[in-house]
Structure formats: C-alpha cells, structure tokens
C-alpha cells in the first residue's frame, strides 16, 4: 500500500491530498536517516509529520535523490509533485505535510 500525503492547516483542514506513488517507500527501499533525515524517518507503518520548515529539508533531499527515486520505479510525475506539495506546505506558516502509512 502507497503512502498518503497530506497537506494540513494548522486547524486540521485538508489543503491538499494525494496517494503517493506505490514505489515510494524511502526507508523500506535503503534511505538510511544519516544521508536523507527526513525522507529516511518515513514510518511506512504509520504516520509520520513534517512541519512547514521541515518541508524545505524535506524538499532539498527529494531533489537530491530524484535519480536515484526514479531508479527504483517511482514515476517522474510523482516526484515533481512531491517537490509542488512541500511548497505549499511551506506556503504558509503552521502547515503541517503528512505522510499516512499503511
């Protein structure tokens, strides 16, 4: 099962929802938290929280290991739209980027 993305307002407002491509799965697949420390604490069985300044972080290893992500099947599309939602998550202080495990 793929992750589900969440972009949160600080009250809990949906601001953007989206089922993550089914090949991201950054710790199950080797991304280990001392080289990618966001993407690397991904709970894949659970619920992990970024806030909007994480999000950057967050933002700068996704294009760090965009070949490297695409190398293991996750689509081209997906990636860029997981660099679009850590914007908006950063769009506006106290949003919060969810990712919903299985």
């Given at each position: 099962m793929?992750?589900?993305l969440?972009?949160?307002?600080?009250?809990?407002?949906?601001?953007?929802?989206?089922?993550?491509?089914?090949?991201?799965?950054?710790?199950?697949?080797?991304?280990?938290?001392?080289?990618?420390?966001?993407?690397?604490?991904?709970?894949?069985?659970?619920?992990?929280?970024?806030?909007?300044?994480?999000?950057?972080?967050?933002?700068?290893?996704?294009?760090?290991?965009t070949?490297?992500?695409?190398d293991?099947?996750?689509?081209?599309?997906?990636?860029?739209?997981?660099?679009?939602?850590?914007?908006?998550?950063q769009?506006?202080?106290?949003?919060?980027f969810m990712f919903?495990?299985?």
């Amino acid at each position: 099962m793929a992750f589900l993305l969440r972009v949160l307002e600080e009250d809990g407002t949906i601001v953007e929802e989206v089922v993550a491509d089914k090949n991201f799965n950054p710790v199950r697949t080797g991304f280990h938290r001392t080289d990618f420390p966001m993407m690397g604490t991904l709970d894949p069985y659970g619920d992990t929280s970024f806030n909007y300044l994480q999000c950057e972080l967050l933002e700068g290893e996704v294009q760090k290991a965009t070949t490297r992500l695409e190398d293991m099947g996750v689509s081209s599309d997906f990636v860029v739209e997981l660099v679009r939602l850590c914007r908006v998550s950063q769009a506006k202080p106290q949003r919060r980027f969810m990712f919903i495990g299985d």
